[in-house]
């Protein structure tokens, strides 16, 4: 595959500035990495940027699930379920070493809200909507039959359970991987590049974007047919710098989640906790490396970079633990670490966060900016081609005809395909293994890049496996710094207890080597990430 590294950036930011672009996109997370995918699929001339790393915002903290959203079957919200568990099962085809099978079991208890054969009937129904075509049908499990699958569960009043099937990803680098194949086909996109302004022509219709970078402050215009906002929960942020009449659309919401070790609790399944008071759930979910509980659901009215965990934030969550695994006596001294985002739902009147549809909406504005708002990161690559269809319903016949529907549900890049990732498990036994890499290193790899672990091993032999992800990241993701690559290209903040810290030396000499980064420079950044790190456990003080 063609590189997607620092100097790729700063090539692509003079042609950003140059060309001549048929769609600019604002906002790199994953709707503007997937309409940039699309709109290149379709051979359209696209430019991308992100005013900060990519997938820095909600799209790298979110619940880390593809699933078609059992909760919204109470909602009503039959169609939205459908199109998720359908786009579940594509995903499962296009990225299966970042969507991975999970079993989700729902406890059920004499004070839960929805009685165990009212639950049962969701699951039929679920099951139905997936054209069931889930990797397996749900379960109807007795109370010993539960305590059986999951024995830390609490036991007194439990009615029973349902157990069903979705599944788990890695958000950040779906994002990226996404933005990897829109680069293949042409994309020209970057990071740290932020929309400042714009200028219009005498009927108030957008002609260009200005753009500053946030690495040098040099400000540049960008051109384009046609420009779409895909920056999430800042949307009425940047809209208002477009248009000072704008009317907000948004209903932010904050959501928060917690890490723990594996060992401390013995979950083999996820399991679903319903917050007794209130319609919200909270998921409890097994990874490779930890386990990660949440999401907390509050409406939020400050600027989405402001969204912090806090100490009410963290009691909330263990309250609803502790009264689901009353036994495992968990306490904020077990919680490795923690994150909080900004749900970007669009207002719909309802009457709690909870409520609140997560169905996107696309429109255009007076000023010809067209916008998505709202939806879920299981129906990304649907939500990209609507965005393009309603783009192109307004074009020319020609560039309608131009610019026609492509198949997006196949494989994001040659080495990820659920042919490719079989071979690569069925034969990395078989690979020529550097001493630096243990085997169970070697599996990691393996499930977190598919085939193209082979390719890392050739590429950066003599390394150890975090050493091989950083020289990836910053070769193939447009890493550039040590706390985007430790807080989104791996897991390491949150499922190391030590946070990286320990491997910060090592890893920051592979910065240094791949961008040339002087003593000074490194030091720096190492700092930074000493900071972040400081900061986003903030909490942890209170």
């Known amino acids: 595959m063609k590189k997607f590294s620092f100097r790729e950036r700063q090539k692509n930011i003079k042609d950003l500035e140059t060309k001549n672009f048929d ?9 503007g990495a997937g309409v940039a995918r699309d709109a290149s699929l379709r051979g359209m001339k696209v430019g991308l940027i992100e005013s900060q790393d990519f997938a820095a915002g909600t799209s790298s903290r979110s619940s880390k699930l593809i699933h078609g959203g059992i909760r919204y079957l109470e909602n009503m919200e039959f169609k939205l379920v459908f199109e ?13 070493h970042l969507v991975h099978h999970l079993r989700f079991m729902i406890p059920i208890y004499k004070s839960s809200r929805v009685s165990l054969w009212k639950m049962g009937l969701g699951m ?121 009449k704008w009317k907000k659309v948004l ?9 723990l070790p594996r060992h ?35 409406d939020y009215q400050e600027s989405p970079e402001k969204v912090s965990v806090t ?13 689901y695994f009353p036994g495992a006596k968990i306490t904020e001294q077990d919680i490795i670490s923690s994150y909080a985002g900004v749900r970007p739902l669009v207002y719909d009147g309802a009457s709690t966060e909870g409520k609140t549809s997560r169905e996107h909406v696309i429109f255009k504005d007076g000023h010809h900016v067209h916008y998505v708002a709202g939806g879920k990161y299981t129906t990304y690559r ?24 492509k198949n997006t549900a196949v494989p994001l890049n040659e080495f990820t395909g659920t042919e490719e990732c079989g071979a690569a498990f069925a034969a990395f036994d078989r690979w020529k293994k550097p001493a630096a890499l243990s085997l169970p290193d070697l599996h990691l790899l393996v499930e977190r890049y ?19 992800e950083a020289a990836q990241a910053i070769q193939h993701t447009m890493c550039l710094n040590l706390v985007d690559f430790y807080s989104r290209r791996v897991p390491t903040f949150l499922a190391d207890s030590a946070h990286g810290l320990s491997s910060l030396d090592s890893v920051g000499l592979i910065f240094q080597e791949h961008l040339g980064w002087p003593k000074e420079k490194l030091e720096l950044e190492k700092q930074n990430y000493r900071e972040y790190v400081q900061r986003e456990l903030m909490w942890k003080k209170n």
């Open 84 to 96: 998720a568990l359908n786009e579940r099962t594509k995903l499962f085809e296009m990225t299966p």
């Open 382 to 405: 649907l939500i990209a081609d609507q965005v393009v269809e309603f783009i192109l319903k307004g074009s020319s016949i020609e560039e309608q005809v131009a610019f026609k529907r």
């Open 264 to 298: 401390r609790l013995k979950m083999e399944n996820a399991v679903v906790m319903g917050a007794e008071k209130s319609d919200r759930i909270v998921f409890g979910i097994p990874r490779h490396e930890m386990l990660l509980f949440g999401t907390t659901d509050t």
């Open 450 to 468: 598919g085939l193209e672990a082979e390719q890392m091993l050739k590429d950066f032999p003599a390394k150890t496996a975090l050493e091989m």
């Open 23 to 31: 769609l600019f996109i604002i906002g790199g997370g994953i709707n």
């Open 124 to 244: 039929w129904l679920y099951d139905m909507l997936a054209l069931f075509q889930a990797p397996e049908m749900h379960e109807t499990l007795s109370p010993t039959e539960a305590l059986h699958r999951m024995p830390s569960l609490r036991d007194a009043d439990l009615v029973g359970a349902c157990v069903y099937s979705d599944a788990y990803m890695d958000d950040a680098r779906l994002v990226y991987e996404t933005l990897r194949s829109a680069n293949e086909k042409g994309a020209t996109c970057a990071n740290y590049v932020k929309a400042i302004g714009a200028d219009f022509d005498d009927n108030q219709k957008i002609q260009r974007v200005l753009c500053e970078d946030q690495l040098t402050q040099r400000k540049f215009y960008v051109r384009a047919k046609h420009f779409v906002s895909c920056v999430g929960p800042w949307t009425d942020q940047l809209a208002e710098n477009f248009d000072p």
């Open 251 to 259: 209903r932010p919401t904050k959501g928060i989640h917690i890490t």
């Open 311 to 323: 100490s009410e934030d963290v009691r909330y969550l263990l309250e609803i633990i502790g009264a």
